[in-house]
């Protein structure tokens, strides 16, 4: 009878332990090739271990109760911190309703009622409440076996192909002149200059001047597509509009970034580089992180198959670990945005360092270089050394980083200038600031380009995003330029 009762609430545990990872599948259905791996099965063994451990101790302590009974409790808390950020979510949301309400503490309150209700869990299951014990049964079974369907059914409906090209974007060559490099730089967040100008009262025509001296133009009033990275980065790789006119994905747009960048689920940008005998490098940042997508587009290559530092924070981001590591690594004097964000976001300094490095490539390259600034986290000064500035709209914090980024700019320009002369070098934003008033304020981009002789600038062409990458394939191939009019 006793072994019985045992083998019941093992199967409990189980079920308990492993909904997180479950739940944390169905939530990245589109990546599952690259989250099943010896990273994720190593994650899995080694957050067992730890709860077995934390199962031993407590029951050191607690000697009248059986060990089952206290990995039972251990597995109950574990998925109860994995509701962390779904209950912060909540609570922002709930917050953002009431204006004398502050959302900025959410998370600690979200882990407060957290930390009550698994104490009042850990009461039921040493009492041994009967209810609360049938409760949990249906509960987590329930649960678990509809995530398990969900997963499945996702999987098993219906792929855009890869092969499947409907209003495919084409360039055909019929030039066949030799290549020169493309460095398309995403410079996240970076408002126009006029725009910068005008509000922190600052005269930028020193670096206009300085960077039209090197053959670059800025184009001002330059709007986007979009107004968000999703959104605008999509377009890029598919080289078009995502949406209808009413305003619905289109059909074979459906796969947005970073996803439509995974394997065998090529976009009109990538195929039309592998036409033209280019290679595709990408360099991203934390939040699109490229061995995350597709090993085989990363410009560094080194990655760990059992230590995925990507997969586990994002694992561990549904719970309060992560903050509660941050906030611990205050307290010691460890900043994880000096030693973490700020190198793998500065996508410009690992370009430059990287080339520095690799001056052997056999063809021509197209460089993606997703820049996180001056984007949201604000970590670095004026001179481009560390500093870190708080929330998320940080007038200062936003001028530091957009300084920092023209000084890289020039950098770049004069690296560049002797490094690959003959290239082409894009240098845009997907969108404006996070303090945009409206969507299309939002929508208003930084764009300074430098194209080979034979692209011509039109004045009453948008060059946003999409056009601008129209231009350069119809420059390079001999096309007439096919512009979005918007």
């Not at 039972?72 to 912060?88: A, D, E, G, Y």
């Not at 000084?407 to 082409?424: G, R, Y």
């Amino acid at each position: 009878m006793q072994i019985q009762k045992n083998l019941k609430n093992l199967s409990l545990i189980l079920i308990v332990f492993l909904l997180p990872f479950i739940d944390f599948i169905k939530s990245n259905t589109n990546e599952i090739e690259i989250i099943i791996g010896k990273s994720f099965y190593f994650l899995i063994f080694g957050v067992a271990f730890i709860m077995l451990l934390f199962a031993y101790i407590l029951n050191l302590f607690l000697k009248k109760y059986n060990f089952i009974e206290m990995l039972l409790l251990v597995s109950v808390i574990f998925w109860l911190m994995f509701k962390h950020n779904f209950l912060n979510l909540l609570l922002k949301k709930t917050f953002s309703l009431f204006s004398f309400v502050n959302e900025e503490y959410s998370s600690e309150i979200s882990l407060l009622i957290l930390l009550i209700l698994s104490i009042y869990f850990s009461i039921l299951i040493i009492k041994k409440n009967i209810f609360f014990k049938r409760f949990m049964y249906i509960f987590f079974f329930l649960s678990f076996f509809v995530s398990l369907f969900q997963i499945i059914y996702i999987n098993k409906g219906p792929e855009i192909a890869s092969t499947t090209k409907v209003n495919s974007i084409n360039f055909p060559d019929k030039l066949n002149i030799k290549k020169q490099n493309i460095y398309f730089f995403i410079l996240d967040g970076m408002q126009p200059v006029k725009e910068f100008e005008k509000h922190y009262k600052i005269d930028l025509q020193n670096f206009i001047n300085t960077v039209e001296n090197k053959e670059y133009k800025y184009i001002h009033n330059t709007i986007n597509l979009y107004d968000n990275t999703t959104h605008g980065l999509s377009a890029v790789f598919y080289l078009d509009e995502i949406f209808t006119e009413d305003k619905k994905l289109k059909e074979e747009r459906k796969i947005l970034f970073p996803t439509l960048l995974r394997i065998n689920k090529q976009s009109d940008l990538i195929n039309n580089l592998d036409n033209l005998g280019y290679d595709f490098k990408w360099l991203g940042n934390f939040f699109a992180y490229c061995p995350k997508f597709n090993i085989r587009y990363c410009l560094n290559k080194d990655q760990n198959p059992i230590i995925d530092k990507y997969l586990y924070i994002n694992f561990f981001r549904q719970s309060p670990l992560i903050q509660v590591v941050i906030n611990f690594g205050y307290i010691f004097n460890f900043d994880f945005n000096k030693y973490f964000f700020f190198k793998l976001n500065d996508g410009i300094g690992r370009l430059i360092n990287y080339l520095e490095l690799n001056n052997n490539t056999k063809k021509p390259t197209f460089y993606f270089i997703h820049h996180m600034s001056p984007h949201w986290p604000y970590i670095t000064d004026a001179n481009c050394s560390y500093k870190s500035y708080q929330g998320e709209k940080n007038y200062d914090g936003y001028k530091s980083a957009y300084l920092c980024n023209l000084k890289k700019i020039k950098q770049t320009i004069n690296f560049l200038d002797k490094f690959d002369p003959n290239s082409t070098v894009i240098f845009q934003s997907d969108h404006n600031w996070l303090m945009s008033n409206n969507k299309y304020e939002k929508k208003l981009i930084f764009n300074l380009l430098k194209l080979n002789n034979e692209c011509n600038i039109e004045k009453n062409i948008n060059l946003h995003n999409v056009n601008v990458l129209r231009l350069v394939f119809s420059c390079m191939t001999g096309n007439e330029p096919n512009y979005i009019k918007n």
